[in-house]
């Protein structure tokens, strides 16, 4: 599985429209910006930390086809990246993160 977190308005319109088309850092930088398992916990802490009214979405590849691509960022370390919009259908799980918690935490108590 792969992770993608947002703001969960976000989410709520992207699930009205079957798609979500990225935040503005996505639509800036050409593709959806998704994490591994193990890279997640890291993501929440550098780019939403302090951030409330987040949503942990848990994405199955298998469902993205060709436009996924693994490629490197953070450290050279290989991240997903999606060229094109996201189906709501290949979200397997939406979990909104508690308000009361710093994002890093809440998404790592959610993570298998």
Known sequence: MIYKLLPSTEWDAARERGRFTGSAVDRE?????????????????????????????????????????????????????LYGDLPVDAVVAAEDLPVDRPAADAVAALLP
């Open 29 to 81: 930088d050409g593709y959806l910006h998704f994490s591994a398992a193990d890279q997640v916990v890291e993501t929440a802490r550098r780019h939403f930390g302090g951030a409330t009214g987040l949503t942990l979405l848990t994405v199955d590849p298998a469902r993205l086809g060709a436009a996924l691509r693994w490629e490197a960022s953070r450290g050279g370390a290989l991240f997903p990246h």
